[in-house]
């Protein structure tokens, strides 16, 4: 059974720092790509942030560019995204997602709340 796990949001203030990680199951985790999608209320979900599934390469969204940074191991299934200096726009569901790199299957994760407020 496929899974992907996601943990670590919750609430912060502004300028704090949270680490989301997202643990995968059921299939060959280092074939495939990971991302990191947000969605905030009444908006598209967006992408955030994706890494190779090599390690090779890394990409962001503008609007985190500087702040946010995605990781992998690939020994634990694990992606990780380690998010800095929130502001209260990063406020949202934040979604991981698993494509394979060869191909268009993809799975995702069921989201974790990231809510940044004074």
């Known amino acids: 059974q496929v899974r992907l796990v996601e943990s670590g949001g919750g609430l912060v203030q502004p300028g704090g720092s949270l680490r989301l990680s997202c643990v995968a199951s059921?299939?060959?985790?280092?074939?495939?790509?990971m991302r990191w999608y947000r969605q905030a209320p009444g908006k598209e979900r967006e992408l955030v942030a994706t890494i190779s599934n090599d390690y090779g390469s890394t990409n962001y969204a503008d609007s985190v560019s500087g702040r946010f940074t995605i990781s992998r191991d690939n020994a634990k299934n694990t992606a990780y995204l380690q998010m800095n200096s929130l502001k209260p726009e990063d406020t949202a569901v934040y979604y991981c997602n698993a494509k394979d790199h060869w191909s268009q299957y993809f799975y995702w994760g069921q989201g974790t709340q990231v809510t940044v407020s004074s």
């Open positions: 059921g299939f060959t985790f280092s074939r495939y790509d």
